[in-house]
């Protein structure tokens, strides 16, 4: 079974999502959870599943010490799931460049730093923009610069405000994330 390692910072919504299809497909399973904080939404939802959840302040990602830690799990993919901190040039070097993030909006708009989750969404309906949507991207040492892995597009409505773009962008976040998890470990 092919294993990944999930960074999240918050409630980990994408973090279920991609559990729950690794558990129904048998395509990958999450060997552990890692977050920037020491008590997130996610860590309950790891101790549920007996996942184990480490908690690796942001400025321990390059630590030797992070990389042993890790190391043993031998994941094939680092997924990163609403974690909002920069990852250091070390770290995206440990994973041997095999790292991705999914960022709620279509880059190279409404990306860089302070650009996340309700800024994004609230920035699209400010500039009245028609379409919004997802980016899934390999990651670079800069926020949300590196290569498209796969974007999905979603329509802004006349109604919409911030939430409810960001409920519609969520759920597609939560179909794609984990088929396209799937397929970068089959290819
Ligand atoms: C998601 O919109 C994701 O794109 C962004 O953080 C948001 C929250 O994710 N990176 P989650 O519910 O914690 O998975």
């Given at each position: 079974m092919q294993q990944l390692i999930v960074f999240a910072s918050g409630g980990g919504s994408n973090a279920k999502a991609l559990f729950n299809y690794g558990k129904k497909t048998n395509?990958?399973?999450?060997?552990?959870?890692?977050?920037d904080k020491a008590d997130p939404g996610v860590k309950a939802f790891a101790a549920e599943n007996n996942i184990p959840f480490h908690y690796i302040p942001a400025k321990e990602m390059s630590a030797a010490s992070t990389w042993e830690l890790l190391q043993p799990y031998n994941a094939?993919?680092?997924?990163l799931a609403g974690y909002l901190r920069l990852i250091p040039e070390a770290f995206i070097?440990?994973?041997k460049g095999k790292i991705i993030n999914i960022h709620p909006a279509l880059l190279p708009h409404y990306g860089g730093k302070g650009m996340y989750g309700h800024f994004v969404h609230q920035?699209?309906?400010a500039a009245r923009d028609w379409q919004s949507g997802l980016t899934i991207h390999w990651v670079t040492k800069d926020y949300d610069k590196g290569a498209f892995i796969k974007q999905v597009h979603v329509p802004v409505l006349q109604t919409d405000t911030a939430e409810l773009?960001?409920?519609r962008v969520l759920a597609q976040e939560?179909?794609?994330y984990p088929?396209?998890?799937?397929?970068?470990l089959a290819s």
């Open positions: 395509a990958f399973s999450i060997a552990a959870i890692c977050s094939q993919l680092y997924v070097d440990f994973c920035a699209v309906i773009l960001a409920q939560h179909y794609w088929r396209v998890v799937a397929q970068l």
